[in-house]
Structures are given as structure tokens and as C-alpha cells.
């Protein structure tokens, strides 16, 4: 089946309309490429924007420029790629990035369990609202840095003090959001379906949740981003593995091309586990446009 | 309105700029910014004594060139030497002062700046015999030397002075590099972890083996003495300062060695003050500073500490960490010589002599001069001062009857008897017998010394007891 293969090309829409008629490689690839054209074209300007970003700042530590912001002693990308290449042939580097997933995963698994429903639980029922929130609240603007002797003394293992950072990052943007999407639900269409006989249980299921959907993939999202964004400090109690650790040690031996090749890798991770979380939004919510 | 507005701005210029030429000179003001370690207690004579006294201020130069230069420091506390060594390379600080090893990632690291390089031009601390970094456990583990960690789980800061000492520890018994399960925490998350049993063992450098014994959560099995490795803390300055403003760095230098003579003049009230200052435990601080103590401030760098230097850069180099980096390159010692030169003081008697202050007096309790400070004890007694004692058995029988009498103390101290390291007396174990009280810091050594002279090993407790009723010389 020629469908066949232009199903398998990288691209998620659905395209190839069954045709009778074997048409010609030429005619296939016009249509990929009409059907497809915005996406080319967003990819193609991602690329060169990066490419544009790695120029600027090879110029910019090349020439060691000095313009407010010093570039002196700014590693510059082919130091980094120099560090890169002697990384990947070490299997411990490995372990930091599959370490940190693993940490990660975990983390936000757990933020996404509870946020979500008790998001949900206190958009719909006033009390709980009014005995979580102000709690919540109280904890949220504390930085993650700021957690980790307590994390060590809460939990009985590191990994689990690990863990509960990365969850505290991931958890409040998802309550919020969860909140957020509640609060915006049209109450007209709860009136509508309580008129239509439905029950609490099912205007949860029908009206509420599809509702704050968008929202929830919202929070979601950022919370994956702060996830990350909270590794370094949970992973200085790791002592060993992570490459937040990977990145904190480089800083105690003041290596700077590590220190920008563990940020990186923290940058390119986080991209792609955000990705990740989009594909899911729109297999879950296929009603939304693009 | 808007007619007027043009004239008095005019106006205004040309009044400023007549005031402008008025003035003699412009005064410049250059930042100098001094990176120090408050909290790592051998540094203190370095930092924070010379901020809060303000003894670099004293001999800040203010003749010919600096007729017109206002300095204006600018003082920034680290709790370890890696963000000093970052914030010298992004010249927000000029001075820094770190151990031995954050020292040579710092000169290695300043090679790749074009702008300047860094140089060590003074040692705040030392100790020749590699006192100071040490290795604790968890008072209530079962552990009570090196060889009981064997498969346990050990932190260390990496890059540290401790990080050093335990890769000496390790090549000094032969140990393989997997027989600890050695992991990287900073202090701050290692006494943490530590205080919890998360970890089997924690080593770091100075004040934290002495300081979470102190806290009275840990119990000090290894101290960097057995590794006979010096180790010290050091002084490194950017050149592009110190050449334009070498007179400085000089009074920098003369600042250090007041700050010595300062603490040496009453090590009492200077613990006190650093206590205030740094937040460190007086007790603590006096252990490693006062008289006998575990570090020797002098302010020269004297050739052993360079040796070391050079060992500890082997020892990145085989992690991996560093290329070809020479110590002996990296040292400039003609700040510190001109210090002394204009303080009319001798600089290669001062580098040649490796003497400590010690203790001295006359003994209290057993009423006898003090002959050998490293036989000898103290005892803090809170309202009466520090009183010194001639023997382990007299410092205990002066505790038993000062207790005995109501008086509060807040520490006592004795001397291990083969090492010669100052000991916490409450934190060592006692060899008697036959007259004699033997204290050390290692349960094994007192073991070994009291099966030699057919006597026990006593806690301290005991041990006050038995000096009550027998161990009086």
C-alpha cells in the first residue's frame, strides 16, 4: 500500500486519502508537502533560529566580547561540544540523564495523581477549597533550594527526598491550573445537564473535567518545565547520579564547559518531555484545534 | 515658561562644570572585592577578623598614586572556595581565600583567562600533619575506624581539601577505589544526611569534623592526621589587580598578620568574637585556633605546603579533572615578603619556623609549670576563663573538682597521646592503668595502649571518676 507509507513519515495528521489509483511518488510528496507546508516551515525556522543562536554565540565567546554582559570567560560552543563528545563516550553520563528521567517521571507522575483530582475536588466543593488553598498558597513561593534539608530529614532515602522535590515543582502549577480551568467552566452548561436529569457523578465526568481539560494539560506542561527546573537542587542531595548533580559538581570544580553542557542536557530533556505532554493533550483532546 | 527652560539648563551646566574644574582632582574609587570563607574557621584571620576590625582599612595606602583613590571593599561570605574561584574569574572579587584544592582548580582555571591569572600570595592556616579535614560518623554506629566503612556509604564534598584526604587514606591502606561508596554532598547536605543515618560516614574539612561532634551527633573516626598530608588554606589574588595596585595586595598581607597577632594575643576573646562573627561554636573555633590548636595561622608559604600542592594536582589529574598545572609556577611570595620587610619583621625565620603557639603556665590543680603543651589540657570553665593543666590526669581531676564545686564548664580539652591532635575530653577515649591516663581519639590506639601498659580504656565519664579516686600524678 502506498498510503502506507506516507502514514509512517513523521508527522501525527492524518493525511493520504485512500486512493484506487496508484498515483506517482511526485504527486504523493506535492500533497505531504501542501498538507504539511506550516510545519515545514515552523521546523525550518526553528532550525535556523538555533543555528542563528549557535553563531551569536560562538561569535559572541570567540571574540570575547565585552558589551555590559562579558563573554570573556564564557565557554564557547565548541568547548561545549568538545565536552559533549567526551560525555557521551562515558557510561556514567548516561546514568545522569536516565537517573534524572527516572527522577522526573516519578515526581511528575506523582504531582499529576494528586494535583489533578484535588484540583478538581476543590473547584467543586467550597470547604475543601477554603482549607487546602491558603495552605497551598503558604507553600508554593518556597524555592526548591530552600526544601532540601527538610526533604532529607522527611524521607528515609535520598531518592525519595529527590523525588519529593521534583513532585513540590510539578504539583502547585498543576493544582493551580486545575483551579483555574474549574473556576472557568461555563455554569450554563452545568445548569443545562442538571436540567437533563444528570447526577453529580456525571456532570463531574461530562461537564467539569472535559472543561478544565485544556487548563489541566496546561499546568501539566509548566509543571513538567518546573520539574526540571527544580533538579539541581534535588539532585545536590543525590551525591552521585543525575545530571543536575552532573552540573552541580562540574560547578564545585569550576569546570564551565560541563556547567553548560548539564544545562543543555537539562534544556533539551525538558523540551522533550514538554513535548511529550502536548502529544498527550492532543490525543486526549482531539476537539481542540492545532 | 518653556522659553526660560533652555537658559536655566545652560545655566546649570556651566555652574556644574565651574564646580567640576574647582576641585583639586577627581577622587577614584576602585572596588576591591574580597572573597571569604567565614564559616570554614582557618580562613578567619584571612576575612572575616580583618573586616570586623578593620585592619585592612589601617594599612591601606594613601600616599603618591593613591593620593586620590578612595578603596571601597566590598566583602562577600561563601561557605566553600568554588563560588570564590567564579566570582575571581567574572572579576566581582579581586581577593579570595579557599583550601588547598578549590586553590589549584582556582590557578588552573584563571590559565584559560585571558584577562588575568591568579596567584597564591599567602597561607591564612596549616596544618603540616593534615589536621583539620577529618572523616565522622553517627555517635551511635557501630564504627569506630576506616576499615569498618568497608561497602558503606561515604560523602564527601568533591574538589575539597577532604575530598584529598580521603583518596590519601584510601592509597595509604591500599584500599580499592570501591571500597567506600563514595558520593559528593556539600557540608551542608552531608551533616544533614548524617544527622539522619541516611549515610554510613561523612568527611569534610575544617570546622565540620570537629564541629558535628560538637553538636554531639557524630563521632570523629579518622582525622586527616593519619594521612601525614599537609593541608592548608591560601590566599589568591587576580594580577591584573595586583599589578596595578600592588600596594595594596602588601597592606592586604600586613592586615593578615595583625589579624594573627590579634588572635594570638588573647585566643579566649577572639574565639568569642569569631563565635559572634561566624556563627561557629567558640569551643569549636578554639580547638582548631587557640593555643596547641589543631591549625597554625602564619601567613608564609613555606615549601612543605607547595609539595602538597603539587600532590593534591596528581591526584586531580588521575580523576580526570585537571591538565598540567605547576604550583611552584603559581605561587608569588613577594607581597607577603614586603609585608613583613615593612613590618620590620623576618620573613624566612617566620617561613623556616613551623612552631604553633602552645599552651603555658602554671597548672592549677596538680600546682606545677606546664612542660609539655602536648601532654597537657584545658578547661573552659564559662565564668573563670580557660585554665590550663599540666597533664590528661590533672585535667581530669581539675574537671571532677570543678564540677565538684558548682563552677559551669563549657568544654574541656586534652591531647591525643601519640598524635599530639587537641581533642574534645568528653569525645576521647582513655587508656589508665598504673597511674597513668592516656586519652585518643581512636578507640583502637587506646585499646593497643592499654593492653601495653596492663591497664582499660575508660569513656570519660569513667575516666573523670578514676582520675578522682587514683590517676592523680
Partial sequence: MPAAAAVTEPSPA?????????????????????????????????????????????????????????????????????????????????MHIVFSCRRIFFGFSLAAIVGVPLGLIMGRFKLVHEVVFPVAEVLRPIPAIAWV????????????????????GSFFPILVNTLHGMSLVDPVLVRAAQCLGARERSIFREVYFPASLPHIFTGLTIGMGVAWVSLIAAEMISGQYGIGY??????????????????????????????????????VMPWRAK | MVRHLPTLSIAMSVTSLALLLAQPATAETVTLGIGTQDTTTNTVTAGVVIRQLHLLEKYLPTDGKYANIKFELEWQNFT????????????????GMMGDYPLIVNGFTFESNPESKSRLIGVAAYSLSGSGNGIVVHKDSPYYDLADLKGKLVSVPFGSAAHGMVLKAMQDRGYASDFFQLVSQSPEVGST?????????????????????????????????????PTFHGIVVRTDFAEKYPEVVVAYMKAIIAANQWLRDDPKLAAEKIQEWTGISKEVVYIFLGPSGNMTTDPTIKPALIDAATTDVKVLQNLG????????????????????????????????????????????????????PRKAGEVWVDDAGILPFASAACTLGAYAD???????????????TTRGIKLFADQAFYAVGAGDVAPFLLKKDAETYATKINGKVLGFDDAVKSAVTGGKT
Fill in chain 1, 14 to 94: 492524518p493525511v493520504a486519502t485512500p486512493t484506487p489509483a496508484s498515483p506517482s511518488f511526485g504527486a504523493l510528496a506535492g500533497r505531504w508537502y501542501r498538507l504539511n507546508q506550516d510545519r515545514l516551515r515552523a521546523t525550518a525556522i526553528g532550525v535556523i533560529s538555533l543555528a542563528a543562536f549557535l553563531l551569536v554565540w560562538h561569535l559572541l565567546t570567540t571574540y570575547r566580547v565585552v558589551f555590559f554582559v562579558r563573554f570573556t570567560n564564557v565557554p564557547s560552543p565548541l568547548a561545549v561540544y568538545a565536552s559533549f563528545t567526551k560525555a557521551i563516550h562515558d557510561p556514567k553520563f548516561l
Fill in chain 1, 149 to 168: 534539608p527538610m526533604a532529607i530529614m522527611l524521607w528515609p532515602t535520598n531518592e525519595q527526598s529527590i523525588v519529593f522535590i521534583t513532585f513540590l
Fill in chain 1, 246 to 283: 552532573f552540573t552541580w559538581e562540574a560547578y564545585s570544580l569550576v569546570q564551565y564547559a560541563d556547567i553548560a553542557l548539564g544545562m543543555i542536557a537539562i534544556g533539551v530533556l525538558g523540551l522533550g518531555s514538554s513535548l511529550l505532554i502536548r502529544g498527550a493533550g492532543q490525543l
Fill in chain 2, 80 to 95: 566553600s572556595g568554588p563560588p570564590v574561584t567564579n566570582a575571581m574569574m567574572a572579576n566581582k572579587l579581586q581577593i
Fill in chain 2, 193 to 229: 544526611n548524617l544527622q539522619e543515618k541516611k549515610i554510613d560516614a561523612h568527611a569534610d574539612f575544617v570546622p565540620f569534623a570537629e564541629l558535628l561532634p560538637f553538636r554531639g551527633f557524630a563521632r570523629k573516626i579518622f582525622d586527616g592526621v593519619e594521612t601525614n598530608l
Fill in chain 2, 321 to 372: 579533572r585537571m591538565k598540567e598545572f605547576d604550583p611552584k609556577k603559581w605561587v608569588d611570595d613577594s607581597y607577603i615578603r614586603k609585608a613583613y620587610a615593612e613590618m620590620k619583621l623576618d620573613y624566612d625565620a617566620q617561613l623556616a619556623s613551623t612552631k604553633n603557639y602552645e599552651i603555658s603556665g602554671e597548672d592549677s590543680f596538680c600546682r606545677k609549670p606546664i612542660v609539655d
Fill in chain 2, 402 to 416: 570543678l564540677k565538684a564545686k558548682g563552677k559551669k564548664i563549657n568544654v574541656a580539652y586534652v591531647f591525643d
